[in-house]
């Protein structure tokens, strides 16, 4: 048998996660960028939330989109404390020293991509999803043996949840237009880096596999 990581999703076992696309870390308000002078947010995150308001997030939703019609489990994880003070949190995110409270505004998922119904919510507090939740046991429970993947942020979190998916015996597919880092370069970057651990795919390709995969009862659905 020929093994490769190039095989189209089987929509009853996958699932589609994205990775910390939340208040912190995705709107203008976020404890991320609440304390920057307008000038500052600009010239630090002004090409960041161009990107993502105009191009990434609406990517976002079109997957989600597609992925609820295909039968695919739509899955988040946030960075969120299981404490209010964020005590529970690992050694580098209190190095790095940020806090996103347990229950507060910053760690629900932004609007445009809000969960529904009973879609799973993971709260993290360490880059890896795999690490600080449960994530491997619910999806091991669901019957998901290809995970893709779509987040923020693509050389930090994004390429922590490609790196252990992959070791932990997932076949994973990366969105790239659908993750997002502060530069382009880094970006492209980490694109580069995290390949060999993962299929990649743009939106558009993805929408395609989807609609070739639907049969004519569920187009009718």
Same mark, same amino acid.
């Given at each position: 048998?020929?093994?490769?990581?190039?095989?189209? /999703?089987?929509?009853?076992?996958?699932?589609?996660?994205?990775?910390?696309?939340?208040?912190?870390?995705?709107?203008?308000?976020?404890?991320?960028?609440?304390?920057?002078?307008?000038?500052?947010?600009?010239?630090?995150?002004?090409?960041?939330?161009?990107?993502?308001?105009?191009?990434?997030?609406?990517?976002?939703?079109?997957?989600?989109?597609?992925?609820?019609?295909?039968?695919?489990?739509?899955?988040?994880?946030?960075?969120?404390?299981?404490?209010?003070?964020?005590?529970?949190?690992?050694?580098?995110?209190?190095?790095?020293?940020?806090?996103?409270?347990?229950?507060?505004?910053?760690?629900?998922?932004?609007?445009?991509?809000?969960?529904?119904?009973?879609?799973?919510?993971?709260?993290?507090?360490?880059?890896?999803?795999?690490?600080?939740?449960?994530?491997?046991?619910? /999806?091991?429970?669901?019957?998901?043996?290809?995970?893709?993947?779509?987040? /923020?942020?693509?050389?930090?979190?994004?390429?922590?949840?490609?790196?252990?998916?992959?070791?932990?015996?997932?076949?994973?597919?990366?969105?790239?237009?659908?993750?997002?880092?502060?530069?382009?370069?880094?970006?492209?970057?980490?694109?580069?880096?995290?390949?060999?651990?993962?299929?990649?795919?743009?939106?558009?390709?993805?929408?395609?596999?989807?609609?070739?995969?639907?049969?004519?009862?569920?187009?009718?659905?």
């Amino acid at each position: 048998m020929t093994l490769s990581r190039d095989i189209p /999703l089987v929509p009853e076992q996958s699932a589609l996660l994205f990775v910390d696309v939340q208040n912190f870390a995705a709107h203008r308000d976020g404890a991320e960028f609440k304390e920057l002078s307008e000038a500052a947010f600009s010239e630090k995150y002004g090409w960041f939330f161009n990107e993502l308001d105009s191009r990434v997030i609406p990517n976002m939703q079109a997957i989600q989109t597609a992925c609820r019609h295909a039968g695919i489990e739509v899955l988040y994880t946030t960075i969120e404390s299981l404490t209010l003070d964020g005590r529970d949190r690992s050694l580098d995110y209190k190095i790095t020293g940020f806090n996103v409270p347990k229950g507060s505004w910053d760690g629900k998922v932004i609007d445009q991509i809000a969960p529904e119904g009973d879609e799973i919510v993971f709260p993290k507090s360490s880059s890896s999803v795999f690490v600080s939740t449960h994530i491997d046991y619910v /999806l091991r429970n669901l019957g998901t043996r290809q995970l893709v993947i779509s987040g /923020l942020i693509t050389d930090q979190c994004v390429e922590s949840a490609i790196r252990d998916a992959c070791d932990l015996g997932y076949l994973v597919t990366q969105v790239t237009d659908a993750c997002l880092t502060y530069t382009p370069e880094r970006h492209e970057n980490s694109l580069r880096a995290i390949k060999g651990y993962c299929r990649q795919v743009t939106t558009e390709q993805l929408l395609d596999e989807l609609r070739d995969l639907m049969t004519p009862e569920a187009e009718r659905a």
